[in-house]
C-alpha cells in the first residue's frame, strides 16, 4: 500500500491485495479504506474507485482521499471576511439545499482578507488548490472533519 500525497493536491492511495486476503470480499467500489499515510500521522479514511481485473492472484486498487467528495458539492456564490467565516459560508451556501455538507470545518488562521467566492463553485477547489481559494487568501492550515 502506498499513499501519495502533494501538499494541496493529490491525496490518493493505491494498494495491491490477494484474493485470499482475509478483507477481499469487503473490496468494493465506494467502500472506505482506512490507511496510515505516512509514518507517525493518524489512519486516514480513502474512498475505492477503482479495482482491476485480478491478475496472478491479486488486484490492484486505487483510492481517494474522502475530501474529494467535496469535488461534488457545490456551494453559491459569497464573501467572508476571515477564513472561519468562509469555512463556516460553506454549509450556508450550498447550492443543493437538500444537501448537508458532510464535512465540519475548524481553523486557527487569523490572517485578515476577503474571500469572494463569485459563482458556484465546488467546495473543495475553494479551499486549496486555485487563485482566491480559502488557502491563497488567508494562508496556514485548514482542517476538516469527517462527519458522516
Given at each position: 500500500c502506498a499513499v501519495t500525497e502533494e501538499r494541496n493536491g493529490l491525496y490518493e492511495l493505491d494498494m495491491v491485495y490477494p484474493m485470499k486476503g482475509l478483507n477481499f470480499s469487503a473490496i468494493q467500489p465506494d467502500r472506505i479504506v482506512y490507511a496510515v499515510p505516512a509514518d507517525g500521522k493518524a489512519p486516514q479514511p480513502?474512498?475505492?474507485?477503482?479495482?482491476?481485473?485480478?491478475l496472478n492472484g491479486e488486484v490492484e486498487i486505487s483510492a481517494q482521499h474522502?475530501?474529494?467528495?467535496?469535488?461534488?458539492?457545490?456551494?453559491?456564490?459569497?464573501?467572508?471576511?476571515?477564513?472561519?467565516?468562509?469555512?463556516?459560508?460553506?454549509?450556508?451556501?450550498?447550492?443543493?439545499?437538500?444537501?448537508?455538507?458532510?464535512?465540519?470545518?475548524?481553523?486557527?488562521?487569523?490572517?485578515?482578507?476577503?474571500?469572494?467566492?463569485?459563482?458556484?463553485?465546488?467546495?473543495?477547489?475553494?479551499l486549496m488548490g486555485q487563485e482566491g481559494s480559502i488557502l491563497d487568501v488567508f494562508g496556514g492550515n485548514t482542517s476538516g472533519t469527517d462527519t458522516m
Open positions: 480513502f474512498r475505492i474507485y477503482y479495482i482491476s481485473a485480478p474522502i475530501s474529494y467528495q467535496l469535488k461534488w458539492t457545490i456551494a453559491n456564490a459569497f464573501t467572508a471576511s476571515s477564513a472561519s467565516a468562509a469555512l463556516n459560508g460553506f454549509a450556508s451556501h450550498l447550492a443543493d439545499t437538500s444537501q448537508s455538507l458532510p464535512f465540519t470545518f475548524s481553523t486557527d488562521v487569523t490572517t485578515a482578507g476577503t474571500f469572494k467566492n463569485l459563482y458556484p463553485q465546488d467546495i473543495r477547489s475553494l
